[in-house]
């Protein structure tokens, strides 16, 4: 009897049965609710998905961590917007898109002030609390922590124009007649057209007039005509610099250079022009910003990442993990700084952070993005090569 | 009598053939027909709207009309109708090879052909950024054997013909070796018997024999040659501009959905109109041997 009583298929029957009856009274939200207790889900730049970085998190904290690069701030955006906030806890994108879309859009939420403001009083002086990018408008709640940063602005090859002429020249060293067919275009396309705008001689994140606008245009096809190669892949882009078939590339920075420079090409170098037309400024420093998703059904882990990633070791890690090597706010206190080596520091080109830092603005957002966009986008697909 | 014609009626559920058939034709409809739907829907929507629930618009019908969005599905159109021509000539004498002349040798030139697909696309055309680089594999070997140099030919529109030649070449060989093993070598024999040329037993027997498979495979090819991307961005260096990566730049950097889809939902169109155009020439049934 006890037999019949447990065959397979009763034991199928009755487990069905119980867990039809358990979903309706709502007990299995509960247990998959418990099961985030110990679960965290990351989406970011590359780095913070390295398993040196997460690897010692995953043990002391005994979870299950789950890490995915992304390869542009509005693609993470996106994917946010079309649900996925029920799927990631923890987001890392460049600095506008916390304060001026993710929160008000109820992508992301708020950490604790308490908690979290004592790191920024560690960090390097442009990063003291309130620091502007990690509040939201109204300068009350705390959207996140800050950590890489770096210049952005273009590379050139040491070897062939001097950093100096680079610096003073600027993004004009692209219209210069004798650049064409000498430099690469790096398709970071919402980066290209902010340095586009400076190239024309316009502010990139102000309201622009249309006449304005018709001229960045004019330049965007000027640069596009002019460049050798167009790719995303900023070690294909290194490449070609280093064997000669290019001299410079438009869009980039300590960013797309460091990794080149690391293994030994100390002619590939980042420039951040002396001048230009942001209130003098001709520069723009990316600064990355990792926030904790408005999921639904949410980790009890997020804050607690966000506190390990501020360790003085864990902080290095994040600035030399696989990929792209960078600048971290916590190289403020002399324990991160203390960690990085001569030539570490050399390949992120610390002596001259903060030249760089002085000549540059914060990446923000163009209120003519979208107008800009059309026009680039245009300006790609009639390149004439 | 009523219970009867509506059991009749539903007879058809219980056949055997539609119930083995509903599984994976329901997820067909969740998977394929599903999100396909959706880009259909969004590209009706408002310019840069993330929801569905707007008033529907043409505009970005419109706008991709006004733009030059025509440039990129020319060079995709192009591309997709040389690479196919270049497939053509190139796989037939080693699809020829291998169905009638290499005998157990074939199979070796099976496994070489088909082992790189094993390996990342973008992996494979980064090895042609070596080799075509300036001061690259060939460039430099050239350089110091011969004295010449052969710099320049990477990011240009050849470089993007030999990696789509080169990514492709499987998708057009296999369904090609397959239509040629499908021609009898008797009526080869016939013909020659009576009196044709070697010229004219390819021309007039071999060729519209094997024409089911040069079909296929040249259908797949050119679709896949629409829809690419990576060549034209790693070994091009975008000297043109593919349709799939406007589609790209739409969904991810313009942050505007809805033209994004609309331009999925022509190239879709554009590769259903050629297909359907081809395969009204095509009888799978022959293909496959079932007649």
């Known amino acids: 009897m006890l037999k019949n009583k447990f065959s397979r298929r009763n034991f199928l029957q009755q487990t ?12 299995l939200p509960n247990i998959a609710h418990a099961a985030r207790e110990k679960e965290l889900n990351i989406y970011c730049w590359e780095g913070y998905n390295s398993d040196d970085v997460l690897d010692p998190f995953r043990k002391e904290f005994s979870a299950k961590v789950r890490a995915e690069g992304l390869t542009s701030d509005p693609d993470a955006v996106n994917k946010l917007r079309a649900g996925e906030t029920k799927v990631w806890d923890i987001i890392n994108v460049n600095n506008p898109w916390a304060r001026e879309q993710m929160y008000p859009e109820g992508l992301i939420k708020p950490i604790s002030r308490e908690r979290f403001e004592p790191y920024y009083n560690k960090m390097m002086p442009a990063f003291k609390p309130p620091y502007k990018w ?19 602005s273009f590379v050139v090859n040491t070897d062939k124009i001097s950093r100096k002429m680079a610096e003073d020249q600027g993004f004009k060293l692209f219209l210069d007649p004798a650049m064409k ?9 919402n980066w290209n057209i902010y340095h586009m705008c400076i190239a024309a001689d316009i502010h990139p994140f102000k309201k622009h007039s249309k006449a304005e606008i018709a001229k960045f245009g004019e330049v965007a096809k000027q640069i596009f005509n002019g460049a050798k190669n167009l790719t995303d892949d900023l070690v294909a882009m290194n490449l070609a610099l280093i064997n000669g078939e290019i001299d410079a590339y438009f869009t980039g920075g300590t960013y ?24 003098g400024k001709g520069g723009i420093v990316w600064i990355e910003l990792t926030s ?11 804050e607690d990442f966000l506190e390990y990633v501020q360790r003085p070791d864990v902080s290095k890690k994040v600035a030399f993990a696989e990929g792209t090597y960078n600048p971290v706010t916590q190289m403020g206190s002399s324990d991160v700084l203390s960690k990085f080596s001569k030539e570490e520091l050399d390949a992120i080109q610390w002596d001259s952070l903060e030249q760089e830092m002085t000549n540059s603005v914060d990446y923000d957002i163009n209120p003519d993005y979208a107008e800009m966009y059309e026009l680039y986008s245009a300006a790609k697909r009639e390149r004439k090569t | 009598m009523a219970g009867t014609t509506q059991n009749s009626k539903l007879q058809w559920l219980r056949n055997p053939g539609v119930l083995a058939a509903l599984p994976a034709s329901i997820f067909l409809l969740i998977g394929f027909a599903g999100p396909l739907l959706m880009v259909g829907a969004y590209s009706f929507m408002p310019s840069r709207s993330f929801s569905l629930n707007q008033i529907p618009t043409f505009e970005n019908y419109i706008s991709i009309i006004h733009d030059s969005y025509y440039l990129s599905f020319f060079w995709s159109l192009a591309m997709a109708v040389i690479v196919v021509i270049l497939l053509f000539i190139i796989c037939y004498p080693i699809a020829y090879g291998m169905a009638k002349l290499f005998n157990k040798w074939a199979n070796l030139v099976t496994a070489l052909i088909a082992v790189p697909i094993l390996i990342s696309e973008n992996i494979r055309l980064f090895g042609w950024v070596l080799i075509l680089l300036k001061n690259g594999i060939l460039d430099g070997s050239l350089q110091s054997l011969f004295g010449v140099s052969a710099s320049g030919l990477l990011f240009t529109v050849p470089a ?4 789509l030649v ?5 998708f057009t060989l296999f369904p090609l070796v397959i239509g040629i093993s499908m021609v009898p070598d008797t009526l080869k024999e016939a013909a020659s018997d009576l009196g044709a040329t070697r010229w004219q037993i390819f021309r007039e027997v071999e060729l519209p024999l094997s024409m089911p498979g040069l079909m296929i ?21 975008q000297a043109i501009v593919m349709i799939a990566d406007d589609i790209e730049s739409a969904f991810t950097f313009a942050q505007n959905w809805p033209k994004g889809s609309a331009l999925s939902v022509l190239l879709i169109a554009l590769s259903g109109f050629i297909v359907f155009l081809l395969f009204r020439r095509v009888d799978l049934d022959r293909v496959i041997g079932r007649r």
Not at chain 2, 160 to 163: H, T, V
């Open chain 1, 16 to 27: 069905g049965t119980w867990a039809a009856a358990a979903a309706a009274v709502g007990v």
């Open chain 1, 134 to 152: 990690a509040m939201d408008s109204k300068g009350k709640e705390l959207l996140g922590m800050t950590q890489r940063f770096g210049p952005f």
């Open chain 1, 181 to 189: 067919g000498r430099y690469g275009l790096l398709t970071y396309d």
């Open chain 1, 256 to 279: 797309t250079a460091s990794p080149a420079r690391l293994d030994g090409a100390k002619n590939i170098r980042g420039i951040t022009p002396n001048s230009g037309p942001m209130d």
């Open chain 1, 292 to 302: 904790v998703v408005n999921n639904p059904n949410p980790s009890a882990l997020a």
């Open chain 2, 160 to 163: 993007i013909i030999l990696g």
């Open chain 2, 166 to 170: 080169y990514v492709y070449l499987p």
């Open chain 2, 217 to 237: 495979g040249g259908i797949l090819t050119f679709v896949l040659v629409l829809g690419s991307l990576a060549e034209a961005k790693i070994l091009g260096g």
